[in-house]
C-alpha cells in the first residue's frame, strides 16, 4: 500500500529504520495507559510498515483499530527523545494522519475542528468578530490596542481567546505587557486560528491562507516581534510557517515565557508582592520537546521573590505530557484526563503546592483533570503567576 | 481456537486485558528482528490470543488452562529480544507480562529488592536512584527491557565485569510452571514468596526456587527463556549507588593491541565496573551518521565507580596500564561522551535503512582473532558492519556485529541473513558459544550447553512442563507449522546458498 504523504513530509524512510527495541513505550503516556502494543509508537510504527509492504489492491484498507489508535497520541513526541534511530515522529504521525484524511477517516472530532477553523478561523465555530470576548472587563484597556501600529503583536490564539475560564491568562498577559510599558497591538478580529491543529493531522495545504493571512495582517501593522502565550500557536509561527511558505517569516517569535525573561532582565518589570510558595514547572510539550524552550521558564520563575522552584523528576526533555495536546482531548477525552492525573501527582509527589505551565492548553487541562479528580494542587499559567507579584 | 477456551481466559484476567483484535494479533506476532515475510511463513506467528495477567496467580489459572487444553503459552515481557522467544511458532496464547511491573520491596539495610517480573530496569533504576541505590548491572536495553526478561534470556551486560551474571544476584525467585494436565484451575496452592518450595503438586504451581534449592534448580530458570515456566517476581541483590563514576577511553589502529589491554584490566584490583571495545567498523558507522569522515581506530571504553578514593586509585592504575602498552588515552569528555550513548548501540541503523546483527559470546584471549574476523565481513560480502564486545567476566566477552541492510529489497535483504551465521560461527570456531538460542538459533542448542547440560534440560522440561506447553518449538529445535522442525544439516545447507547469493548479489 503506498502513503504518500510519507513522500511529502519527507519521512518515508521512518518506518524503516524503526529498531522495535521499546525504548518509546516506556515513555510514551498513552501507552502507559492503555498498556496494548498497538497504543505504542513502535507497534503504529511496524503496522505502518506492514500496510508499505502489502501490495497494492483494492482490498487493502486501515485497520479499524488502527486509525483510532493513530488518535490516540498527545503529540508530545517523548518517543522521539529516546528513540534509537532518532525518528521524525511529529512529522512521521502527522503524515500518517494526513493520510487517513484522505481516506475519509478522520474522526468526527477532527472534521468538525477543521471545518470550523476553514469556516470561520477559529477552532470553536464561533464568530471570529467576538475575538476579543476575554477582555470584556477590561475594554478601555484592550479595545484601543486592536490594529494598531506597533513593534510588538500579542497573538491571543483561540484558545486563550475563547475559553472563558482561561480569560486570565490574556488578562494577565496585557497586565504584564502594560505595566512593562511595552507598546504592543492585537489583531483582535482580525487574528486567525494559527492552524496549529491543521498542522496536527497533516493538513499542511489548508493552513496556507491562515498562515498568509495572519503574516500578512502583522506585516502590515509592522510588527516586528510576535508574542504569544499559547503553545500551539509558538509552535506554528516558529516551525511550520517557515516549512510551509519556504521562506523566513521576518517577523521574530517570541513565546511570552521569554518575553518575560528579557523584560526582567532589562529591569522592565518590578515584583512588589513576595510570596512564600513552593512550585513547580510543567514543561509543555509544544515550547519543550517540540522548540527547546527550557531555561527562559525556569528564569522567569525563579526571580520572584519568595517562590521556591523545585523540580518533577521528569523535567526538560524527559516532561510528562499533559494529554491535552495533538487532539487527543477532542478525540479521547478521558483518556486524556487520565494522562493530566498521572502528571499533576509527579508535582504533588515533588512537594510543590502550585504547578506553573507556560501553555493554555496545558492550563485548562490540568486544571480541569485537578478538578475533575478533587487534586490538590494550585494551577497557574506563568503570565497569571507572575501577575500575582506585579 | 476453541472459543471456550477464550472464555475462560478472559474469566481469569478480565475482559480488558485480554485481546483477539487482528491489530493486536498482528502486533504480537514478531519481536525487534525484522525477520522477511518469506520465513515467518514457515511459522504460525501471528497468536490466537494475547491475555496480560496481574498476578502469579493469574498466571498460574491460564497455564493450568493451557495445559489442561495443550495450547501453547508464549511468555511475553517487552520483546526487545531479537532471536524470537516472544514468536509464537505454532499460535497460542501470548502472556504480555505488562501489568507485573511492582516493585515491591527495596531493603536499603540489607540491599536487596524484590520487583515483579516485568519491571522495566530503567523505572526500577529511576526509583532505587530515589534512595541512593542502584542495581549491581543492567542490561543496554535498560530503558525497555524487563528483569524478567533479563533473567530468561543472557543476562550479561553493563556491570556484568564487576558483579558477574545476572544469575550471581539473584536472591530468589519466584515461577510458576505449568504441571501436568487433568488440574484442576479453582484450586491453586496458595503463595508464600520465597519462603520454600512447594511440595511436589500435579497442578500449575507457584514455585519460589532460591539459592541453593536443589529441586528444582533455579540455574533451570536462568537462560531457559521461558520454557519451563514464568517468573513472576525476581529478589536481586542491589547496592548503594556510586559517588563517583570515571570515564576513560583509548584508542588504537590494531585491534589486537585493544585486546591485550582489555586482557589486563580484568586483572586490575580495582576491577572496572564495564570494559567494551568498540570496533573500527562500528566506530566509521557512527562517524558516518554524524557526517564524519571515517578514522581507521579501534576503541576500548573503561568505566570505574565507586568511592572518590577508589575511583582515583582505579584510574591512576589505569594510566599507568594504558602507557605501558604504549597506547594514548581519548580526551575524557569525548569518552563520556560515548558512555552517555551506552543505551543506543543501534542508533546506526539509520544507515541501513535495516540493521542486522550477530551475537556471541567468546572467550576474552580469543577477542582479537574473532573481531578481526568480524571485519572480514565487510569485504566478504561488500556490506558495512561494526562490532561492540562487552568484557562480562575476566574469561569472557560478549560480542554484538551489527551490518546495514535494507529490508525494502526483498531479494538481497534474504542473502544478507547468512551473516548472522558467519558471526555465530566465527565465535564458534575460536571457542565461543551462541549468547542465545530462541527461534533463530535454536539449531545451536547443543553447541550451547554440551550433550550432558542438554540432557538434563530435557528431562527437566518434560518434569516441568509435560505437556510442552511453554513457548514451544524453540530452543530445543526450531519447529516450523507444519510440525517438522529444521535440522542443522538443512540450516547449513540453506545459508550456504544465501551466503553464496550474498556475495554475488
Ligand atoms: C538496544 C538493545 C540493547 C540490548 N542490550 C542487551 C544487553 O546488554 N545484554 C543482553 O543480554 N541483551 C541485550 N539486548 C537484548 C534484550 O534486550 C535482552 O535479552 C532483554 O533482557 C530481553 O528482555 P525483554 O523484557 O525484552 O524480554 P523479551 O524479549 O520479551 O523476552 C525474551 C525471552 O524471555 C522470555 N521471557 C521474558 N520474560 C519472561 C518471564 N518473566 N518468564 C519466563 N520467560 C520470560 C520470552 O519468552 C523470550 O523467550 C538488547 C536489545 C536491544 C534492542
Same mark, same amino acid.
Given at each position: 500500500?503506498?502513503?504518500?504523504? /510519507?513522500?511529502?513530509?519527507?519521512?518515508?524512510?521512518?518506518?524503516?529504520?524503526?529498531?522495535?527495541?521499546?525504548?518509546?513505550?516506556?515513555?510514551?503516556?498513552?501507552?502507559?495507559? /492503555?498498556?496494548?502494543?498497538?497504543?505504542?509508537?513502535?507497534?503504529?510504527?511496524?503496522?505502518?510498515?506492514?500496510?508499505?509492504?502489502?501490495?497494492?489492491?483494492?482490498?487493502?484498507?486501515?485497520?479499524?483499530?488502527?486509525?483510532?489508535?493513530?488518535?490516540?497520541?498527545? /503529540?508530545?513526541?517523548?518517543?522521539?527523545?529516546?528513540?534509537?534511530?532518532?525518528?521524525?515522529?511529529?512529522? /512521521? $504521525?502527522?503524515?500518517?494522519?494526513?493520510?487517513?484524511?484522505?481516506?475519509?477517516?478522520?474522526?468526527?472530532?477532527?472534521?468538525?475542528?477543521?471545518?470550523?477553523?476553514?469556516?470561520?478561523?477559529?477552532?470553536?465555530?464561533?464568530?471570529?468578530?467576538?475575538?476579543?470576548? $476575554?477582555?470584556?472587563?477590561?475594554?478601555?484597556?484592550?479595545?484601543?490596542?486592536?490594529?494598531?501600529?506597533?513593534?510588538?503583536?500579542?497573538?491571543?490564539?483561540?484558545?486563550?481567546?475563547?475559553?472563558?475560564?482561561?480569560?486570565?491568562?490574556?488578562?494577565?498577559?496585557?497586565?504584564?505587557?502594560?505595566?512593562?510599558?511595552?507598546?504592543?497591538?492585537?489583531?483582535?478580529?482580525?487574528? $486567525?486560528?494559527?492552524?496549529?491543529?491543521?498542522?496536527?493531522?497533516?493538513?499542511?495545504?489548508?493552513?496556507?491562507?491562515?498562515?498568509?493571512?495572519?503574516?500578512?495582517?502583522?506585516?502590515?501593522?509592522?510588527?516586528?516581534?510576535?508574542?504569544?502565550?499559547?503553545?500551539?500557536?509558538?509552535?506554528?509561527?516558529?516551525?511550520?510557517?517557515?516549512?510551509?511558505?519556504?521562506?523566513?517569516?521576518?517577523?521574530?517569535?517570541?513565546?511570552?515565557?521569554?518575553?518575560?525573561?528579557?523584560?526582567?532582565?532589562?529591569?522592565?518589570?518590578?515584583?512588589?508582592?513576595?510570596?512564600?510558595?513552593?512550585?513547580?514547572?510543567?514543561?509543555?510539550?509544544?515550547?519543550?520537546?517540540?522548540?527547546?524552550?527550557?531555561?527562559?521558564?525556569?528564569?522567569?520563575?525563579?526571580?520572584?521573590?519568595?517562590?521556591?522552584?523545585?523540580?518533577?523528576?521528569?523535567?526538560?526533555?524527559?516532561?510528562?505530557?499533559?494529554?491535552?495536546?495533538?487532539?487527543?482531548?477532542?478525540?479521547?477525552?478521558?483518556?486524556?484526563?487520565?494522562?493530566?492525573?498521572?502528571?499533576?501527582?509527579?508535582?504533588?509527589?515533588?512537594?510543590?503546592?502550585?504547578?506553573?505551565?507556560?501553555?493554555?492548553?496545558?492550563?485548562?487541562?490540568?486544571?480541569?483533570?485537578?478538578?475533575?479528580?478533587?487534586?490538590?494542587?494550585?494551577?497557574?499559567?506563568?503570565?497569571?503567576?507572575?501577575?500575582?507579584?506585579? | 481456537?476453541?472459543?471456550?477456551?477464550?472464555?475462560?481466559?478472559?474469566? =481469569?484476567?478480565?475482559?480488558?486485558? =485480554?485481546?483477539?483484535?487482528? @491489530?493486536?494479533?498482528?502486533?504480537?506476532?514478531?519481536?525487534?528482528?525484522?525477520?522477511?515475510?518469506?520465513?515467518?511463513?514457515?511459522?504460525?506467528?501471528?497468536?490466537?490470543?494475547?491475555?496480560?495477567?496481574?498476578?502469579?496467580?493469574?498466571?498460574?489459572?491460564?497455564?493450568?488452562?493451557?495445559?489442561?487444553?495443550?495450547?501453547?503459552?508464549?511468555?511475553?515481557? %517487552?520483546?526487545?529480544?531479537?532471536?524470537?522467544?516472544? =514468536?509464537?511458532?505454532?499460535?497460542?496464547?501470548?502472556?504480555?507480562?505488562?501489568?507485573?511491573?511492582?516493585?515491591?520491596?527495596?531493603?536499603?539495610?540489607?540491599?536487596?529488592?524484590?520487583?515483579?517480573?516485568?519491571?522495566?530496569?530503567?523505572?526500577? *533504576?529511576?526509583?532505587? @536512584?530515589?534512595?541512593?541505590?542502584?542495581? @549491581?548491572?543492567?542490561?543496554?536495553? %535498560?530503558?525497555?527491557?524487563?528483569?524478567?526478561?533479563?533473567?530468561?534470556?543472557?543476562?550479561?551486560?553493563?556491570?556484568?565485569?564487576?558483579?558477574?551474571?545476572?544469575?550471581?544476584?539473584?536472591?530468589?525467585?519466584?515461577?510458576?510452571?505449568?504441571?501436568?494436565?487433568?488440574?484442576?484451575?479453582?484450586?491453586?496452592?496458595?503463595?508464600?514468596?520465597?519462603?520454600?518450595?512447594?511440595?511436589?503438586?500435579?497442578?500449575?504451581?507457584?514455585?519460589?526456587?532460591?539459592?541453593?534449592?536443589?529441586?528444582?534448580? *533455579?540455574?533451570?530458570?536462568?537462560?531457559?527463556?521461558?520454557?519451563?515456566?514464568?517468573?513472576?517476581?525476581?529478589?536481586?541483590?542491589?547496592?548503594?549507588?556510586?559517588?563517583?563514576?570515571?570515564?576513560?577511553?583509548?584508542?588504537?589502529?590494531?585491534?589486537?593491541?585493544?585486546?591485550?589491554?582489555?586482557?589486563?584490566?580484568?586483572? *586490575?584490583?580495582?576491577?572496572?565496573?564495564?570494559?567494551?571495545?568498540?570496533?573500527?567498523?562500528? *566506530?566509521?558507522?557512527?562517524?558516518?551518521?554524524?557526517?564524519?569522515?571515517?578514522?581507521?581506530?579501534?576503541?576500548?571504553?573503561?568505566?570505574?565507580?565507586?568511592?572518590?578514593?577508589?575511583? !582515583?586509585?582505579?584510574?591512576?592504575?589505569?594510566?599507568?596500564?594504558?602507557?605501558?602498552?604504549?597506547?594514548?588515552?581519548?580526551?575524557?569528555?569525548?569518552?563520556? %561522551?560515548?558512555?552517555?550513548?551506552?543505551?543506543?548501540?543501534?542508533?546506526?541503523?539509520?544507515?541501513?535503512?535495516?540493521?542486522?546483527?550477530?551475537?556471541?559470546?567468546?572467550?576474552?584471549?580469543?577477542?582479537?582473532?574473532?573481531?578481526?574476523?568480524?571485519?572480514?565481513?565487510?569485504?566478504?560480502?561488500?556490506?558495512?558492519?561494526?562490532?561492540?564486545?562487552?568484557?562480562?567476566?575476566?574469561?569472557?566477552?560478549?560480542?554484538?556485529?551489527?551490518?546495514?541492510?535494507?529490508?525494502?529489497?526483498?531479494?538481497?535483504?534474504?542473502? !544478507?541473513?547468512?551473516?548472522?551465521?558467519?558471526?555465530?560461527?566465527?565465535?564458534?570456531?575460536?571457542?565461543?558459544?551462541?549468547?542465545?538460542?530462541?527461534?533463530?538459533?535454536?539449531?545451536?542448542?547443543?553447541?550451547?550447553?554440551?550433550?550432558?547440560?542438554?540432557?538434563?534440560?530435557?528431562?527437566?522440561?518434560? !518434569?516441568?512442563?509435560?505437556?510442552?506447553?511453554?513457548?514451544?518449538?524453540?530452543?530445543?529445535?526450531?519447529?516450523?507449522?507444519?510440525?517438522?522442525? =529444521?535440522?542443522?544439516?538443512?540450516? %547449513?545447507?540453506?545459508?550456504?546458498?544465501?551466503?553464496?547469493?550474498?556475495?554475488?548479489?
Amino acid at each position: 500500500m503506498e502513503i504518500p504523504e /510519507l513522500k511529502r513530509l519527507d519521512v518515508e524512510i521512518e518506518p524503516w529504520v524503526c529498531t522495535q527495541c521499546g525504548n518509546c513505550r516506556t515513555v510514551c503516556p498513552v501507552f502507559e495507559q /492503555l498498556g496494548w502494543e498497538s497504543a505504542s509508537p513502535r507497534g503504529k510504527i511496524y503496522y505502518i510498515k506492514r500496510l508499505l509492504q502489502q501490495r497494492p489492491s483494492r482490498r487493502n484498507r486501515m485497520d479499524d483499530e488502527f486509525v483510532k489508535r493513530i488518535f490516540q497520541c498527545s /503529540l508530545c513526541v517523548r518517543c522521539e527523545e529516546v528513540c534509537q534511530t532518532q525518528i521524525d515522529m511529529m512529522r /512521521l $504521525w502527522q503524515a500518517v494522519r494526513a493520510d487517513l484524511g484522505q481516506r475519509g477517516l478522520w474522526p468526527k472530532e477532527v472534521q468538525a475542528i477543521r471545518e470550523a477553523i476553514l469556516s470561520q478561523y477559529n477552532l470553536y465555530s464561533m464568530s471570529n468578530s467576538r475575538r476579543t470576548v $476575554w477582555a470584556m472587563m477590561i475594554e478601555e484597556q484592550v479595545l484601543p490596542k486592536v490594529n494598531q501600529m506597533a513593534d510588538v503583536a500579542y497573538f491571543v490564539g483561540c484558545v486563550a481567546a475563547f475559553t472563558g475560564r482561561i480569560a486570565g491568562i490574556p488578562e494577565s498577559t496585557v497586565a504584564i505587557l502594560d505595566s512593562a510599558q511595552v507598546d504592543y497591538t492585537i489583531l483582535g478580529p482580525d487574528e $486567525w486560528c494559527c492552524g496549529n491543529p491543521l498542522f496536527f493531522v497533516g493538513a499542511h495545504a489548508e493552513a496556507i491562507e491562515l498562515a498568509r493571512h495572519n503574516l500578512e495582517k502583522l506585516r502590515q501593522l509592522q510588527v516586528r516581534q510576535l508574542v504569544t502565550s499559547c503553545s500551539g500557536c509558538y509552535r506554528a509561527f516558529k516551525n511550520e510557517y517557515p516549512r510551509l511558505l519556504g521562506e523566513e517569516i521576518g517577523i521574530e517569535v517570541l513565546h511570552f515565557s521569554q518575553l518575560l525573561s528579557r523584560l526582567i532582565d532589562e529591569g522592565r518589570l518590578q515584583f512588589s508582592q513576595p510570596r512564600e510558595v513552593t512550585i513547580t514547572y510543567h514543561d509543555p510539550c509544544e515550547t519543550g520537546r517540540h522548540c527547546g524552550i527550557y531555561d527562559e521558564p525556569r528564569y522567569v520563575l525563579s526571580s520572584l521573590p519568595g517562590v521556591e522552584l523545585i523540580e518533577m523528576p521528569e523535567n526538560r526533555g524527559q516532561s510528562g505530557c499533559c494529554g491535552g495536546g495533538g487532539l487527543l482531548k477532542a478525540t479521547h477525552p478521558d483518556l486524556s484526563l487520565d494522562i493530566a492525573e498521572r502528571r499533576i501527582h509527579q508535582a504533588i509527589h515533588a512537594g510543590a503546592s502550585v504547578l506553573v505551565s507556560s501553555c493554555v492548553t496545558c492550563r485548562l487541562q490540568m486544571s480541569e483533570a485537578i478538578r475533575a479528580r478533587n487534586l490538590d494542587i494550585g494551577m497557574y499559567d506563568i503570565s497569571e503567576f507572575v501577575a500575582q507579584f506585579l | 481456537m476453541d472459543p471456550t477456551i477464550i472464555a475462560r481466559l478472559s474469566e =481469569i484476567v478480565g475482559e480488558n486485558d =485480554i485481546s483477539t483484535s487482528p @491489530l493486536e494479533r498482528t502486533l504480537y506476532g514478531h519481536d525487534a528482528a525484522p525477520i522477511p515475510g518469506l520465513l515467518t511463513r514457515f511459522f504460525k506467528t501471528t497468536p490466537d490470543v494475547i491475555v496480560r495477567p496481574e498476578s502469579a496467580d493469574e498466571v498460574a489459572r491460564i497455564l493450568c488452562l493451557a495445559s489442561d487444553s495443550k495450547v501453547p503459552v508464549i511468555p511475553r515481557a %517487552a520483546a526487545s529480544w531479537s532471536l524470537g522467544g516472544v =514468536i509464537p511458532v505454532k499460535g497460542g496464547i501470548v502472556l504480555d507480562l505488562i501489568k507485573l511491573n511492582r516493585i515491591r520491596e527495596v531493603s536499603r539495610d540489607e540491599l536487596w529488592v524484590e520487583v515483579e517480573a516485568g519491571v522495566v530496569w530503567q523505572d526500577l *533504576m529511576e526509583q532505587l @536512584l530515589e534512595q541512593g541505590l542502584t542495581v @549491581l548491572s543492567y542490561p543496554t536495553s %535498560a530503558p525497555s527491557s524487563t528483569v524478567g526478561g533479563w533473567v530468561s534470556t543472557g543476562g550479561y551486560g553493563i556491570g556484568s565485569l564487576k558483579y558477574g551474571h545476572i544469575g550471581q544476584q539473584i536472591e530468589a525467585l519466584e515461577v510458576v510452571t505449568p504441571g501436568a494436565s487433568g488440574s484442576r484451575t479453582d484450586e491453586l496452592p496458595r503463595r508464600s514468596l520465597f519462603t520454600g518450595l512447594y511440595n511436589h503438586d500435579p497442578r500449575s504451581e507457584i514455585r519460589s526456587v532460591s539459592k541453593g534449592t536443589a529441586n528444582p534448580k *533455579m540455574e533451570w530458570f536462568l537462560g531457559t527463556e521461558g520454557q519451563f515456566g514464568v517468573i513472576t517476581r525476581v529478589k536481586l541483590r542491589i547496592r548503594k549507588h556510586p559517588d563517583r563514576t570515571a570515564v576513560r577511553g583509548v584508542c588504537a589502529t590494531r585491534l589486537q593491541d585493544l585486546a591485550d589491554l582489555v586482557g589486563e584490566l580484568t586483572g *586490575m584490583r580495582e576491577v572496572p565496573y564495564c570494559v567494551k571495545v568498540l570496533d573500527s567498523g562500528l *566506530m566509521a558507522l557512527r562517524r558516518k551518521l554524524r557526517g564524519v569522515d571515517a578514522e581507521d581506530k579501534n576503541l576500548v571504553l573503561a568505566v570505574f565507580d565507586g568511592s572518590a578514593k577508589e575511583v !582515583r586509585a582505579a584510574t591512576a592504575a589505569f594510566d599507568q596500564i594504558v602507557s605501558q602498552h604504549g597506547l594514548e588515552p581519548i580526551a575524557e569528555s569525548l569518552a563520556e %561522551a560515548e558512555w552517555e550513548e551506552r543505551y543506543y548501540p543501534m542508533r546506526i541503523g539509520r544507515l541501513g535503512p535495516t540493521l542486522l546483527g550477530g551475537e556471541t559470546i567468546v572467550p576474552l584471549d580469543q577477542l582479537g582473532p574473532v573481531l578481526s574476523e568480524i571485519r572480514s565481513l565487510q569485504e566478504k560480502y561488500h556490506l558495512e558492519i561494526g562490532t561492540e564486545a562487552h568484557v562480562v567476566s575476566k574469561g569472557w566477552a560478549v560480542v554484538l556485529a551489527l551490518y546495514l541492510a535494507d529490508e525494502r529489497k526483498a531479494l538481497r535483504y534474504m542473502t !544478507r541473513l547468512a551473516v548472522i551465521r558467519d558471526i555465530v560461527h566465527i565465535g564458534l570456531t575460536h571457542g565461543g558459544k551462541p549468547y542465545g538460542l530462541g527461534l533463530w538459533d535454536a539449531v545451536y542448542v547443543r553447541r550451547r550447553f554440551g550433550r550432558k547440560d542438554l540432557q538434563e534440560l530435557k528431562r527437566v522440561k518434560k !518434569r516441568l512442563d509435560p505437556n510442552g506447553i511453554m513457548n514451544p518449538g524453540k530452543f530445543f529445535r526450531a519447529d516450523t507449522r507444519f510440525g517438522i522442525p =529444521i535440522p542443522m544439516p538443512l540450516y %547449513a545447507t540453506l545459508m550456504n546458498i544465501l551466503s553464496l547469493a550474498c556475495r554475488f548479489l
